[in-house]
């Protein structure tokens, strides 16, 4: 599928700028496989899937026009996304997780150059002749997590079509990761008012700095701790019973607790409560006419105040109505056009100096938590609807247990990021804490509070006292 240079969108070329000092902006989605692995079938079916995703064998240029510069995608064909075939070691006290990030950290770490190389790198890691880890690191200048799991879910159908000589049967499905269907509406022209409200908020988020749970990080440690939680499937429904108890979806409750969380642990610590502040990323895919591509990605902003989160369920309920009418107020679609203004008012500046201002300016905006949601990964539909349960889970004679998802150091100034997915009917939790907030010891004790507060039901407002949580999950 050859294509001519196209300009990056809003998203990817902020994302590209942005990509500076500690921010690398890289995402990873791996997949856990049981049974015997075939390498030149990864090899042959990687460059396959990759003929249905230019972006992913695609080079970035800066090109000159009218006075200003730009940012395009340049095919090339002639760059194969390299395959990495190495052997993962797990010591005792420690996890397949564990082991595939401590292993991944410097691979991802390093300064990727967009310009010469592709953004995309797949890995398959051995772990034992009938266990592998297996899945590509795409930089998010070419894509977002929904697209990656497609490329991962492809190559594992390419990988069954080429062993086993014929189609898998869950080929026709074409979503990777399921989410509520959304109704095209017609793009809203700004008004001055809204040009005047955009103006404030961005003043707003600049000079304010939010609360965020008190660590003993080393202030110039660059590193970033992945702690991950797979909860039972009981404790799955059990979530699942207060979001349809309380009618709020996963997501609002996500945010409720990891801002209970944060208020939990400097409670302990003799830290006031102060002002929370969180970004959630939400799919614009689907949502107006002309806004697709391989990066959907926005973002929406909560503020709470100590008063609005002394009860849980109302707490929750206002995160609900806000998302709601974020969404109804087009605000995901102002958060690209902010974006994109900033982008296009820098356009007089080569691309060193506008990566420069653009890291410095998206660092001035923080939070104390951001939460991405998911969805499914990989869904099997029940009478044309999607379901918690995952359809692509064979490839050959192989066996997906268990996804890794992983987002590397997407912003430095985004501190603490949650991310969310289910895989066969288990929900899936993964938090990133940078090394100068936490140590790794306190990210897994903060990842283990967020879900002794998920757990628990929000109408019981004593429990949200200031104990340390009881026994972690099930992590089996």
């Given at each position: 599928?050859?294509?001519?240079p196209?300009?990056?969108n809003?998203?990817?070329e902020?994302?590209?700028?942005?990509?500076?000092?500690?921010?690398?902006?890289?995402?990873?989605?791996?997949?856990?496989?049981?049974?015997?692995?075939?390498?030149?079938a990864?090899?042959?079916?990687?460059?396959?899937?990759?003929?249905?995703?230019?972006?992913?064998?695609?080079?970035?240029k800066?090109?000159k026009?009218?006075?200003k510069?730009?940012?395009v995608?340049?095919?090339?064909?002639d760059?194969?996304?390299?395959?990495?075939f190495?052997?993962?070691?797990v010591?005792?006290?420690?996890?397949?997780?564990?082991?595939?990030?401590?292993?991944m950290a410097p691979?991802?770490?390093?300064?990727?150059d967009?310009f010469?190389?592709?953004?995309?790198?797949f890995?398959?890691l051995?772990l034992?002749?009938?266990?592998?880890?297996?899945?590509?690191?795409?930089?998010?200048?070419?894509?977002?997590a929904g697209?990656?799991?497609?490329?991962?879910?492809?190559?594992?159908l390419h990988?069954?079509?080429?062993?086993?000589?014929?189609?898998?049967?869950?080929?026709?499905?074409?979503?990777?990761?399921?989410g509520?269907k959304?109704?095209?509406?017609?793009?809203?022209q700004?008004?001055?008012?809204?040009?005047?409200?955009?103006?404030r908020?961005?003043?707003?988020?600049?000079?304010?700095?939010?609360?965020?749970?008190?660590?003993?990080?080393?202030?110039?440690?660059?590193?970033?701790?992945?702690?991950?939680?797979?909860?039972?499937?009981?404790?799955?429904?059990?979530?699942?019973?207060?979001?349809?108890?309380?009618?709020?979806?996963?997501?609002?409750?996500?945010?409720?607790?990891a801002?209970?969380?944060?208020?939990?642990?400097?409670?302990?610590?003799?830290?006031?409560?102060?002002?929370?502040?969180?970004?959630?990323?939400?799919?614009?895919?689907?949502?107006?006419?002309?806004?697709?591509?391989?990066?959907?990605s926005a973002?929406?902003?909560?503020?709470?105040l100590?008063e609005?989160?002394?009860d849980?369920?109302?707490?929750?309920?206002?995160?609900?109505?806000?998302?709601?009418?974020?969404?109804?107020?087009?605000?995901?679609?102002?958060?690209?056009?902010?974006?994109?203004?900033?982008?296009?008012?820098?356009?007089?500046?080569?691309?060193?100096?506008?990566?420069?201002?653009?890291?410095?300016?998206m660092?001035r905006?923080?939070?104390?938590?951001?939460?991405?949601?998911?969805?499914?990964?990989?869904?099997?539909?029940?009478?044309?609807?999607?379901t918690?349960?995952?359809?692509?889970?064979?490839?050959?004679?192989?066996?997906?247990?268990?996804?890794?998802?992983?987002?590397?150091?997407?912003?430095?100034?985004?501190?603490?990021?949650?991310?969310?997915y289910?895989?066969q009917?288990?929900?899936?939790?993964?938090?990133?804490a940078s090394?100068?907030?936490?140590?790794?010891k306190?990210s897994?004790?903060?990842i283990?509070?967020?879900?002794?507060?998920?757990?628990?039901?929000?109408?019981?407002?004593?429990?949200?006292?200031?104990?340390?949580?009881?026994?972690?999950?099930?992590?089996?």
């Amino acid at each position: 599928m050859e294509e001519g240079p196209t300009r990056l969108n809003a998203l990817s070329e902020m994302l590209v700028l942005s990509t500076y000092g500690n921010t690398k902006n890289v995402l990873v989605t791996a997949a856990e496989l049981r049974g015997p692995l075939d390498r030149e079938a990864v090899t042959l079916a990687v460059q396959r899937a990759a003929q249905d995703f230019p972006r992913l064998t695609s080079c970035i240029k800066e090109v000159k026009e009218h006075g200003k510069y730009y940012l395009v995608w340049v095919y090339r064909p002639d760059l194969s996304i390299p395959v990495t075939f190495s052997d993962l070691h797990v010591a005792r006290s420690s996890t397949p997780f564990d082991a595939f990030v401590e292993l991944m950290a410097p691979r991802l770490n390093r300064d990727w150059d967009l310009f010469r190389e592709v953004p995309t790198q797949f890995y398959c890691l051995k772990l034992s002749e009938d266990l592998h880890i297996a899945g590509p690191a795409i930089h998010h200048v070419a894509a977002d997590a929904g697209v990656a799991a497609d490329f991962g879910r492809d190559v594992l159908l390419h990988y069954h079509e080429i062993v086993k000589g014929h189609e898998l049967v869950h080929a026709c499905q074409p979503h990777a990761i399921s989410g509520a269907k959304k109704r095209l509406a017609p793009v809203r022209q700004s008004t001055w008012r809204d040009l005047a409200a955009k103006a404030r908020e961005a003043v707003a988020h600049a000079m304010e700095r939010p609360t965020l749970p008190v660590g003993t990080g080393a202030h110039d440690d660059r590193a970033q701790h992945h702690v991950k939680r797979l909860l039972s499937r009981e404790e799955t429904d059990r979530v699942g019973k207060v979001n349809r108890r309380h009618r709020v979806s996963l997501v609002d409750l996500l945010v409720t607790c990891a801002n209970v969380a944060i208020e939990r642990w400097n409670d302990v610590r003799g830290i006031p409560p102060g002002v929370l502040t969180t970004s959630m990323s939400v799919n614009m895919k689907g949502r107006f006419e002309g806004f697709d591509s391989s990066n959907n990605s926005a973002l929406l902003f909560f503020k709470s105040l100590p008063e609005h989160r002394r009860d849980p369920v109302a707490y929750t309920r206002s995160v609900t109505l806000k998302r709601i009418k974020s969404l109804t107020n087009q605000i995901d679609l102002k958060f690209l056009q902010n974006v994109s203004g900033m982008t296009e008012a820098l356009r007089r500046f080569p691309f060193p100096m506008r990566r420069r201002i653009v890291y410095f300016l998206m660092n001035r905006h923080q939070v104390s938590v951001a939460v991405t949601f998911l969805g499914v990964i990989w869904p099997e539909t029940n009478l044309g609807k999607r379901t918690l349960d995952s359809c692509v889970t064979r490839a050959g004679d192989l066996t997906a247990i268990e996804v890794h998802g992983v987002g590397y150091k997407l912003l430095s100034s985004t501190q603490l990021l949650l991310i969310a997915y289910f895989f066969q009917g288990r929900l899936n939790l993964v938090l990133a804490a940078s090394g100068s907030l936490f140590t790794r010891k306190e990210s897994d004790a903060f990842i283990d509070l967020i879900i002794d507060t998920l757990l628990r039901d929000p109408a019981i407002v004593s429990t949200y006292n200031t104990q340390e949580p009881g026994r972690p999950p099930s992590t089996a």
